[in-house]
């Protein structure tokens, strides 16, 4: 996929089929993580493969976002806030371009959080194959920009 395409159309999504997302999917997924950029290349993280998804749902905003996932990374470690976000970033964008949908996860307990995955949790990603299938090629880049619900860019830049 086309990397503004993908960027264009990459939308959180919070309903998945019910499966677990294949092997090779996730270990493209973590790999993507794994090759994010970091403050002096630091790369003050780990991603934990959470294998008890109920435990962990009850630590977040929106349980169900977990509880359902195909796929639940949590990010920990000591990494710099910016660092965490270009990192979730490259893992949902990953997915993406694999078919895989995702969403970020507002963390309610960070200490249950910790007490789960063993340190301190900065991001909680879910993962899944959409419950319906999604035509991305079917529309531009130019397309999906203008049906974002996003401000215009004209808005944003100063020059």
């Not at 929106?62 to 470690?77: F, S």
């Not at 249950?112 to 899944?128: N, P, T, W, Y």
Request: glycine share 6%; with cysteine; hydrophobic share 45%.
């Amino acid at each position: 996929m086309d990397a503004f395409l993908a960027i264009a159309s990459k939308r959180d999504e919070r309903r998945y089929a019910d499966r677990p997302v294949a092997e090779e999917d996730v270990l493209r997924i973590l790999d993507a993580g794994r090759l994010s950029g970091s403050s002096r290349n630091t790369q003050n993280w780990q991603f934990v493969v959470v294998a008890e998804k109920a435990a962990l749902a009850e630590a977040v905003y929106a349980p169900e976002n977990v509880q359902t996932a195909g796929l639940v990374v949590a990010i920990m470690g000591e990494a710099f806030p910016f660092d965490v976000g270009r990192c979730a970033q490259n893992m949902m964008l990953a997915a993406w371009d694999l078919g895989v949908v995702s969403c970020p996860n507002g963390i309610r307990d960070a200490e249950r959080a910790a007490e789960l995955v063993g340190g301190d949790v900065k991001m909680i990603l879910s993962f899944g194959y959409p419950q319906r299938e999604l035509h991305v090629e079917s529309r531009s880049a130019e397309d999906w920009s203008a049906s974002a619900k996003r401000k215009p860019l004209d808005d944003l830049v100063i020059r």
